[in-house]
């Protein structure tokens, strides 16, 4: 009995490694983890850190293969570094949310340091986040700075399914169990666009996205 409890317990911990579960996300109030549209099998990919020359165009290229559009969380710093990338993005369908400026890191910086790079990302971004879109960096902030992005009229969009890209202990064959397991109507699924994840990000996600259809969802921008 011991070991089936330790075993439970222990599943349930790697699960949430994964897939945030429900409880937590009812916690964490006034934050979409999951878009669940009724009669429609639908998913979200969504990527962050973006956009870089060195990974962007690859993940462009396969998404452009499959006839599918994406959300990409961009850090305003990148935009203004890669203004051509960026538009080949937007002029591609895809949305873009904020990522903050500099990547910031709620935990390390005031309210109004935090404001300030989310406004300064915002200006990059320009007309191209109509409906206000962002998404922390690392996934956290105070709750000082949840509140005053929600009063600058954002929705504050995390995920429910963790591919876990960023690890160079997760080969891409992993990643695609990870989809496969936790993915369900309305899933947001995040990827990074970044030099850490690289190449694993740009080997399975050709699989998530054949999967994904086979499965019958349809892959939709936030």
């Known amino acids: ?33 999951r878009r669940v549209t009724h009669g429609e099998r639908v998913v979200y990919l969504t990527f962050d850190d973006g956009c870089i020359p060195q990974v962007t165009p690859a993940i462009l290229d396969v998404l452009g293969k499959y006839g599918v559009k994406a959300t990409f969380f961009m850090v305003g710093e990148n935009i203004q570094k ?8 937007v002029a591609e369908g895809h949305r873009v949310g904020n990522h903050t ?50 009063a600058r009229g954002y929705e ?15 080969t891409p064959e992993r990643m695609l169990k990870i ?21 694993r990000t740009i080997d399975v996600l050709p699989q998530v996205i054949e999967w994904l259809q086979a499965e019958g969802y349809a892959i939709q921008t936030l």
């Open 1 to 33: 009995m011991i070991w089936l409890t330790l075993f439970t317990l222990y599943a349930l911990l790697v699960g949430m490694l994964y897939q945030i579960p429900t409880w937590m996300q009812r916690l964490y109030r006034g934050v979409t983890w």
């Open 82 to 89: 890669y203004p051509q990338l960026y538009a080949r993005v």
């Open 101 to 150: 400026y500099h990547h910031c890191k709620g935990s390390k910086c005031s309210t109004e340091q935090y404001m300030r790079d989310v406004d300064a990302c915002e200006q990059a971004i320009m007309q191209n986040n109509p409906h206000r879109l962002f998404r922390p960096p690392y996934g956290k902030m105070k709750p000082s700075q949840k509140r005053a992005v929600l």
């Open 156 to 170: 504050i969009v995390l995920w429910d399914v963790l591919t876990h890209d960023y690890n160079s202990r997760y």
């Open 179 to 199: 989809v496969q397991k936790y993915t369900r109507d309305g899933s947001i699924i995040n990827f990074h666009d970044s030099l850490k994840s690289a190449q």
